[in-house]
């Protein structure tokens, strides 16, 4: 069970997860990044991290993170990487793989992720298989990371069958989440991360879900009280969930909400910028809404508050029109079958009955999901 109190140290906000000996904070507030030394020092096995970040958050918080962990008597070397989604590729994480051993890392040294969800997966998968196991910390610099990738341990990397299909749970030491620095994120990337806020009231919390819509434009308009809201709101959600069903056995499926559908539209837009990760998913959300509807499920009255709310602060609720893709259902269908959460052939969906109220299916058959996808390229 996660508890959420008042942080002595400054002021932040502190979530337990609660996984026995793999249990961690993760600390939610405003100058984390600048006192990032003073909370790092208890869980250093030696005093020497290795930073990696990528060349867009580098000249932002590096230096400053720098100037904390030697305040502390921490060494530090760093590792800058490509920005962007293409980064999570074998051949970046050789070439991480490859820079970290060069550095003489050690099993006691500690990694630490700075950026989004890219240099978080790519960091933690790195620290999970190198020396057979190292320790990483997650200050994650996106409010997409900040909610979702940097809590709960998944890591991995994409390959051209489809997103994070390889990879492994690989639990951080802590999670540092500054609110501070989602005021360098461009509105895009800012309204991005909003989608996987909005995930944790469509899937079983009404109430924060009303929040938003009270509130969200004050999210991605970057009001820190109403960040620092939205992100703990979320983080204690997932926290919750994770601590209940670490490896997805379960309930954690219900993460997923708007995945299966996302994924797959990565996957066809060569995850590139054409649309982001979070668009992406904020389009799967309506997606399977709307399927929910399709198949009797939600009232239509649900989905069309869902896209009023998206379309309110400028997120996309249908699939963009985009250089170089023509939009199929046989392509999508094709993408989603590789989908990592099908079991025994069958695609995993989290559907609703409404608002708050998501579940897990299996029993949607493939025809009906091809003949609502041929509707959805249509439009």
């Known amino acids: 069970m996660n508890t959420l ?27 984390l990044v600048h006192d990032a030394g003073r909370r790092l020092r208890p869980v250093l096995a030696q005093p020497r991290v290795i930073v990696i970040t990528d060349k867009t958050v580098a000249p932002l918080y590096l230096a400053e993170l720098q100037d904390s962990l030697k305040r502390e008597g921490i060494d530090c070397d760093h590792l800058v990487l490509p920005a962007g989604e293409q980064t999570k590729s074998f051949d970046h994480l050789r070439d991480l ?27 933690g998968f790195a620290a999970g298989i190198l020396l057979r196991g190292l320790d990483y910390v997650q200050i994650p ?17 994409n390959t051209r069958r489809g997103k994070n299909l390889v990879g492994l749970f690989h639990q951080p030491r802590l999670v540092l989440a500054d609110v501070q620095t ?12 909003y989608a996987e806020v909005v995930k944790y009231g469509l899937i079983d ?14 999210v991605c308009g970057g009001d820190h009280a109403a960040q620092t809201h939205a992100v703990v709101t979320s983080c204690k959600a997932k926290a919750a969930i994770v601590a209940a069903d670490e490896r997805e056995a379960g309930q954690r499926a219900l993460l997923n909400l708007g995945h299966t559908f996302g994924h797959a539209l990565e996957a066809e837009t060569g995850y590139g ?40 602060v400028g997120m996309p609720t249908r699939l963009p029109t985009v250089q170089g893709v023509n939009w199929s259902a046989d392509a999508l269908m094709d993408h989603m079958s590789r989908d990592k ?17 998501s579940f897990i299916s299996r029993d949607v058959d493939a025809p009906t999901v091809h003949t609502f996808l041929s509707d959805a390229v249509s439009v």
């Open 5 to 31: 109190i008042d942080d002595p140290l400054s002021p932040a906000e502190l979530i337990q997860l609660d996984l026995g000996q793999r249990s961690y904070e993760i600390r939610v507030g405003e100058g």
């Open 97 to 123: 793989a490859d820079g970290l051993l060069d550095q003489s890392v050690e099993r006691g040294t500690m990694l630490v992720a700075l950026g989004g969800g890219v240099i978080g997966d790519i960091t």
């Open 141 to 157: 610099t996106t409010l997409l990371a900040q909610v979702d990738s940097s809590v709960g341990g998944k890591t991995g990397i």
């Open 182 to 193: 989602l005021d360098t994120l461009d509105s895009r990337q800012l309204r991005a991360g």
């Open 205 to 218: 919390d009404p109430d924060f879900f009303a929040w938003l819509e009270l509130n969200g434009a004050a």
């Open 273 to 312: 910028d054409a649309l982001l990760h979070g668009e992406a998913v904020a389009i799967g959300m309506v997606m399977a809404f709307d399927l929910s509807v399709r198949l009797g499920l939600c009232p239509a009255g649900d989905l069309e508050r869902l896209r009023r709310h998206l379309n309110g």
């Open 341 to 357: 959460k099908v079991r025994d052939g069958r695609m995993t969906f989290v559907l609703a009955r409404g608002i708050g109220q």
